[in-house]
């Protein structure tokens, strides 16, 4: 808090002030093809105010920026340079159970990530789920032989 806040706060001057925006990084993936469209690309999201950091990844198609920006703004920033442009749709794979289910499975997804749906889980009856729970170390009684 600052010398003038505080000098506000003791008088009682409220002033007009507009909520600050949250520190967020915001993920956008856009086509680039060439050193031309990445810095079309950078150059209209470095003008949006608030943008702290800016990350052009063209290998990964992937635009990140951090600081205190609206998603929706930093979206429509970037497809206003004619490029299509959709939030991040992907996560990384270590971190989905079942990464190859039929909706997340994606051809296009940098090495790595899969795209970011709701997990599909086993049925069940599944073999493998039963014989995988049949050894538990959570249910020690589950198996009589030893």
């Not at 608030?50 to 290998?59: E, M």
Request: charged share 30%; aromatic share 8%; glycine share 4%.
């Amino acid at each position: 808090m600052g010398a003038l806040d505080h000098l506000l706060d003791m008088f009682e001057i409220t002033p007009k002030r507009k909520k600050r925006k949250p520190m967020q990084t915001v993920e956008i993936k856009v086509k680039m093809d060439c050193d031309g469209c990445e810095r079309r690309v950078k150059n209209a999201v470095s003008s949006i105010k608030g943008a702290k950091s800016i990350d052009v990844n063209r290998k990964q198609s992937r635009v990140t920026v951090t600081g205190y920006v609206e998603p929706n703004k930093v979206l429509k920033k970037v497809k206003s340079t004619g490029k299509r442009a959709e939030f991040w749709p992907y996560v990384p794979y270590n971190l989905v159970a079942y990464p190859y289910v039929a909706q997340a499975y994606d051809k296009k997804a940098p090495s790595g990530y899969v795209k970011n749906v709701v997990q599909a889980l086993p049925s069940p009856n599944a073999t493998d789920e039963r014989l995988t729970n049949l050894f538990s170390d959570e249910n020690p009684h589950a198996c009589a032989i030893m």
